[in-house]
């Protein structure tokens, strides 16, 4: 949830919804959003306090550091880091991002000095959690298990 967006009055009995509807939140004690593993490993679903359906695919920069020197020494540099978790974070994103974004999602890609990101995401209504419920359902399986 971003600085500036303030919390739903319907959020309290929203996230009690959803705990106890769908399984699989880590953290189902978050006042701030419930965010659940997809089963493409890559991906995450958000439901953000202010009422935004969130699909979240990204990179740490130190576990592509990791990955990308395979156990040398070899230092990369941060432009190099981070070209590299966008090429990375391109190819995830590409299979989804067409049927995302013609479902009313819109796209941010976030980067610090510690992770990049792309959000795709939409509001949604509180006030009807059986939509809800269906529209987390329906995006479960959007993102099918890699192989």
Known sequence: MSEFSKPSNL???????LVKEISGWLDSNSTEALTLPLP????LLEIT??????????????????????GTPEDLGTDEL?????FYLQQTVSKQRPKLIS???????????S???AHYERQVDFGKLADLHQ????CLTWFPASM
């Open 82 to 86: 981070a070209k590299q978790a966008k």
């Open 103 to 113: 479902q009313g999602f819109t796209e941010r890609i976030e980067m610090n000095e």
């Open 49 to 70: 306090a202010d009422g935004k359906l969130v699909c979240v695919a990204g990179y740490d920069l130190e576990d592509m550091k990791s990955m990308l020197s395979d």
């Open 40 to 43: 493409d490993e890559d991906w």
């Open 11 to 17: 959020w309290p009995q929203a996230r009690t919804y």
């Open 115 to 117: 992770y990049v990101a």
């Open 135 to 138: 529209q987390i359902k329906t």
